[in-house]
Structures are given as C-alpha cells and as structure tokens.
C-alpha cells in the first residue's frame, strides 16, 4: 500500500515563500506522475502543477513564474516552491501521485492536504 505525506504549509505574509513537501512511501513499483493540488473555501479543487517520469513539468497560468515543482526520485519526493505568495493562494494544498505499486496495479493517490494562509 502506498501513501502520500504531505508538509510544509503554515502562514505567510503576502509576498512571502514556503516549500511544501510530499514524500510517497510503501510498496512502489513505479511513480508515473506526482503534482500539487489546492482547494480554497466554496471552489473546486483545481491543479497547481505536476511533474511526469520524464521529468516534464505543467503549471496553472495563475501560479507560472511564482511555484517551482520539482522532483527527487530517488527519494520519490515532490517539492513546491512557492515565491510571492499573493492572498488568492490561500487553500488547502493536496499532492497527488499516479503510482504502479506492481507492474499492473496503479492507484491515483491523494495525501491529507496541507493549509496554506496568506495573509497580513
């Protein structure tokens, strides 16, 4: 069984930066793409970035310039830098992982989310 688990969230002031981390753990044959997701109160969880095998990137339009996604496999952990952090990126952070754990069994997997606060 694998798992996804998630840190690094808190409160910052507008401008600021944190680093969220997501580690995947348990029985893993094959991790085909981790990302980062949020979810703000009364909206829809909505993706934030991703990062496939191949190590090709994908950002949503509001966060391209700002978020860094990046990617230890060996470790088989995701990072999210975020840089100026603006009040609309206030939500709960989810990672995400698309992963085989044996050669024909693969799980789309979702960590317990971390809160992000920007606010003065």
């Known amino acids: 069984q694998v798992q996804l688990v998630e840190s690094g969230g808190g409160l910052v002031q507008p401008g600021g930066s944190l680093t969220l981390s997501c580690a995947a753990s348990?029985?893993?044959?094959?991790?085909?793409?981790m990302g980062w997701y949020r979810q703000a109160p009364g909206k829809q969880r909505e993706l934030v970035a991703t990062?496939?095998?191949?190590?090709?990137?994908d950002y949503a339009d509001s966060v391209k310039g700002r978020f860094t996604i990046s990617r230890i496999n060996a470790m088989n952990t995701v990072y999210l830098q975020m840089n100026t952090l603006k009040p609309e990126d206030t939500a709960v952070y989810y990672c995400?992982?698309?992963?085989?754990?044996?050669?024909?069994?693969?799980?789309?997997?979702w960590g317990q989310g971390t809160q992000v606060t920007v606010s003065s």
């Open positions: 348990g029985s893993i044959f094959r991790i085909v793409a």
């Open positions: 995400n992982g698309k992963i085989y754990s044996s050669p024909h069994n693969w799980d789309d997997l």
């Open positions: 990062t496939n095998a191949g190590g090709a990137t």
